[in-house]
């Protein structure tokens, strides 16, 4: 079954450390996403990628960065320079330029400061 | 500043009756829209979309209506079910959308039995 699998579903992270959030996908989509959700808040782009070795940043990517080695894998790490990691990140893909096709997300990664 | 807004937060409807959840938008160069459906500790799950050149899709209890000069999107579930509890997110983009979907903030919709 094709979809998109994030690694852990939990995470905790002591304060200064960085942590890397996983998300692979087997959907051969050309592009990848990762979002952030506060509790009230709607998703807001971290990083996005359009092809391999090629990423942008999104609306938030301050204290974040990403990787694109394999068009498969796109691991986010949180930096100690994020002031407030504490939130679910949801990774994403998409067929590019598709308009009439919605990004298929992944299950998510709680991530807590401890 | 807010280029989505979903305005209400939360709203209750009974079981059987039409759910109507609303989105607004200021960025006239969007020209895709969908809505997702998001359970607590999930990630979103597409529902429906439409395309900027028409103003209505329907599938099955789902239908969504799109007033581009009101720059207003909205969600019409009927008849509601229970298992229509959830947040929605409305979402949109320009230009093919290779540069990621700009999110509204969520309305919480609880089905009352």
């Known amino acids: 079954d094709g979809g998109i699998t994030q690694s852990p579903k939990y995470l905790f992270r002591k304060e200064g450390q960085n942590v890397t959030l996983s998300c692979e996908q087997n959907l051969n989509h050309d592009a990848m996403y990762w979002y952030r959700q506060d509790p009230g808040q709607g998703l807001r782009l971290i990083y996005y990628s359009q092809i391999v070795n090629d990423f942008q940043k999104g609306d938030i990517a301050e204290g974040y960065s990403v990787s694109r080695e394999k068009k498969e894998s796109f691991p986010l790490t949180v930096t100690s320079a994020q002031k407030n990691p504490t939130a679910f990140y949801l990774c994403?893909?998409?067929?590019?330029?598709?308009?009439?096709?919605?990004?298929?997300f992944g299950s998510g990664t709680r991530l807590t400061v401890v | 500043d807010q280029q989505v807004k979903q305005n209400s937060p939360s709203l209750s409807v009974q079981e059987g009756r039409i759910s109507i959840l609303n989105c607004d938008y200021t960025n006239s160069m969007f020209d895709y829209f969908l809505w997702y459906k998001k359970y607590p500790a999930e990630g979103p799950t597409f529902l429906i979309s439409?395309?900027?050149?028409?103003d209505k899709n329907e599938d099955g209890r789902f239908t969504v209506f799109l007033n581009k000069s009101a720059k207003h999107l909205s969600l019409h579930i009927v008849p509601s079910q229970p298992g229509d509890s959830a947040v929605y997110f409305c979402?949109?983009?320009?230009?093919?959308?290779?540069?990621?979907?700009?999110f509204g903030k969520g309305t919480h919709l609880i089905i009352q039995p």
């Open positions: 979402a949109m983009y320009s230009g093919g959308g290779a540069d990621g979907l700009t």
């Open positions: 994403a893909s998409s067929i590019l330029l598709a308009a009439n096709y919605g990004y298929t």
């Open positions: 439409i395309s900027s050149i028409k």
